[in-house]
């Protein structure tokens, strides 16, 4: 493992990281949803309405759970798995944007979603701060953001389990096991709407709504 890697090299590390598992992500998710994350996709994805971004989207596992008219737009930093998400939209007749792009640095105009979404993406993103800075940044006043993640238990035991492995995943793949987005969207003056913790504390999702301007 290389832990003082200069940024851009560590960057396009991971990169090639995720294009190499893009193949067999959905496999591998699908045995780790059914386990562990529950109706999660639907749960967030079906409260979407209006203009919509998705940020790390993925293969694309989402598509299939938003609810007609929704104008979505996807960002995913990884070029195969991007490649498996067009696909899948094409397969399901959706008309999306699916784009390259960096959660960290979005190219997108200030308040421009209706919605924004990121599930079980903010974990595996170098700088999560920067990353849901931007989230912030993009979605409307008075707008929605959904997401979930694997995040800091609640349990102590669990919390220290998941320090050790972040010894080893954030290194290896930039997985990170003890993010606290719930907390930051509060920080950030958030609403909370809706607000689930399960699996001894380690799944959390929410939506809440932007702070309105003024």
């Known amino acids: 493992m290389r832990l003082n890697q200069p940024p851009d090299r560590r960057q396009s590390r991971l990169r090639r990281f995720w294009d190499s ?6 496999r591998r998710m699908g045995l780790i949803e059914q ?3 529950r109706d999660t996709r639907p749960w967030l994805a079906s409260q979407a309405t209006g203009d919509t971004l998705e940020v790390a989207l993925g293969t694309g596992l989402n598509l299939p759970h938003y609810p007609p008219g929704v104008r979505l737009t996807g960002v995913e930093w990884s070029p ?7 696909r899948r939209a094409a397969e ?3 008309d999306a944007d699916l784009r390259l792009g960096d959660a960290q640095a979005l190219d997108l105009p200030d308040a ?6 990121c599930t079980f993406g903010l974990c595996a993103i170098p700088d999560g701060r920067a990353a ?3 989230l912030a940044r993009v979605v409307r006043p ?9 995040v800091a238990s609640t349990v102590l035991p669990v919390l220290a389990l998941q320090a050790l492995a972040d010894a080893v995943t954030v290194p290896l793949q930039g997985e990170h096991f003890r993010r606290r ?17 399960f699996n001894l504390g380690i799944v959390e999702r929410f939506a809440a709504r932007a702070p309105s301007q003024g």
């Open 181 to 197: 987005p719930y907390r930051w969207a509060l920080e950030l003056g958030f609403s909370p709407l809706r607000h689930e913790r």
């Open 92 to 94: 399901l007749g959706l």
């Open 112 to 117: 421009s979603f209706d919605t924004v979404v």
């Open 21 to 26: 598992h893009a193949a067999d992500y959905d």
């Open 35 to 37: 386990r562990y994350f």
């Open 142 to 150: 008075g707008g929605l953001l959904l997401l979930a993640d694997h």
């Open 80 to 86: 195969a798995m991007l490649d498996v998400a067009r």
């Open 132 to 134: 849901f800075a931007e």
